[in-house]
């Protein structure tokens, strides 16, 4: 007798490309990335699975008659794949891409996740928001650890274009009021305005990369990784719904907007900055008047 076969399954890996899990990486890279995903699938399941959820999240957007059930296979085979994952004993030098590759994925996918789901009120939102920062944290300290063995490993173009360039001065003056605002405020410690500062440098570069793209690289790329680089301390100001680290988070929905007409994201920067005004309530409205002029003027 033939072996069955899962027609949902194979319909799932036919659908999966690197563009659909990051549609800002350029064609040459697509299809490297996808050469690479098929092989190290293959050997790891944790990464076969994640693929296999995060086409059947992307594929819930395109069939709407079907959005249940595939929001119900993108559940179970992302449980699946963490699972697996927190099974495998270590990264090392045999499954190191496969790892990184599986983290990266499933860090796009809890994005999406998060910025797709409405439900509860403005407190659930941000804490869903701390708790995808924080895998996207655990993320860097895999990818830190396999960091040599990646870079002569075939996804080392891929990690080179993918990394933001952290180190470089900021030029634009887009955050300039929101670091006045902070630096006035009296309602935080040196340290939380020092971490708020953190954030916000990475909000500036962020800006500059989409007003000033640098060759070779993605315009938005910073805008997915942007919780990577929160300070731990910035981390627990939302984690404890400070007024001040919400409305960084203002600047934050205003890139989001600019990245809108990726599926991932869609209206996601309108929920957030309406939710973030509604939150803060009138006595904030002067800290949000540039990120409400950019979305109601067209980002210009």
Request: aromatic share 10%.
């Amino acid at each position: 007798m033939s072996p069955p076969v899962n027609v949902t399954h194979a319909e799932l890996a036919f659908h999966f490309s690197m563009a659909t899990t990051s549609p800002e990486l350029d064609a040459s890279l697509v299809e490297m990335g996808n050469q690479v995903v098929v092989r190290e699938a293959i050997k790891s399941p944790f990464l076969l699975y994640e693929c296999l959820a995060v086409s059947a999240r992307h594929l819930s957007i395109l069939h709407p008659d079907r959005q249940d059930f595939f929001m119900r296979q993108s559940v179970q085979l992302q449980t699946k794949a963490i699972a697996m994952f927190n099974a495998t004993e270590s990264v090392d030098e045999s499954n190191c891409v496969a790892s990184v590759l599986f983290s990266s994925i499933l860090n796009r996918h809890a994005l999406i996740d998060v910025l797709a789901n409405r439900d509860g009120d403005f407190f659930s939102f941000v804490d869903r928001f701390v708790q995808s920062v924080l895998l996207q944290k655990g993320i860097r300290v895999v990818s830190k650890e396999a960091w040599p063995q990646l870079l002569e490993s075939d996804l080392r173009p891929i990690m080179k274009w993918a990394t933001p360039d952290r180190d470089i001065g900021t030029v634009g003056h887009h955050c300039d009021e929101l670091r006045r605002l902070i630096s006035l405020t009296a309602a935080l410690e040196p340290s939380e305005k020092e971490a708020c500062r953190g954030a916000i440098h990475y909000l500036q570069l962020a800006f500059d990369s989409v007003t000033n793209p640098t060759p070779g690289k993605s315009a938005h790329q910073i805008v997915y990784v942007w919780g990577i680089f929160l300070p731990d301390v910035f981390c627990a100001l939302l984690k404890a719904h400070r007024p001040e680290a919400i409305a960084v988070m203002a600047w934050y929905a205003v890139l989001l907007h600019q990245s809108r007409d990726n599926w991932q994201v869609g209206d996601a920067g309108v929920f957030m900055l309406n939710s973030i005004g509604d939150f803060l309530g009138p006595e904030w409205a002067h800290w949000l008047e540039w990120p409400f002029a950019m979305l109601r003027d067209g980002l210009h």
